[in-house]
């Protein structure tokens, strides 16, 4: 009897990310807020995704925001997505000896962790790279947006997470 082997597949991560760019953004902003503004701004149609991007860590669930375009003139996708995720944990107080009362904490999740100076980041699917620097440099004018960094998906080390 003979015994056959399997073929195995592993994802390129390099190939998936091939014209895709991102954006960090900072800013004081609501999610919705700043959505509107590059929609002005860039004459887009972001709309809040129903769906938000979920991770699970340490039996807490993470639920990060999208907004989404896709423009089907030029073949770009669009997404803004939040960084920062702060969820409430219940937890004993840790000085109260009989377990009486809780406490609340907070805890803060990040979509890229390496990247905790932005809370949004834009992720631009289909572009070059000359529209690119001009999508950065109209952001950077509008108006409570406090950094705009350009980020090298090569280097992050969570790349994965982009994936949606």
């Known amino acids: 009897m003979t015994t056959k ?3 195995t597949y592993s994802l390129k991560l390099e190939e ?17 807020r700043l959505a509107y503004l590059i929609n002005k701004n860039l004459e887009l149609q972001l709309r809040k995704n129903e769906v938000d991007v979920v991770f699970n ?15 089907e003139e030029k073949y770009i996708t669009w997404s803004l997505i939040h960084n920062v995720y702060k969820s409430l944990i219940l937890d004993k107080n ?17 979509l890229l962790p390496e990247e905790k100076s932005v809370n949004f980041l834009l992720k631009i ?5 000359i529209l690119y620097d001009k999508i950065a440099s109209t952001i ?5 947006v406090e950094l705009v960094k350009p980020l090298d998906i090569k280097t992050l ?8």
């Open 5 to 7: 082997k399997l073929k």
């Open 16 to 32: 998936d990310f091939e014209n895709t760019w991102v954006l960090g953004i900072q800013t004081p902003l609501s999610g919705y």
């Open 57 to 71: 860590n340490k039996k807490i669930e993470s639920h990060f925001s999208t907004y989404d375009y896709y423009n």
């Open 94 to 110: 840790p000085f109260d000896l009989f377990a009486i009362e809780s406490f609340y904490s907070t805890k803060i999740d990040y």
């Open 125 to 129: 699917d289909g572009i070059d790279t």
């Open 140 to 144: 950077r004018k509008i108006y409570n």
């Open 157 to 164: 080390k969570n790349k994965k997470n982009l994936i949606f």
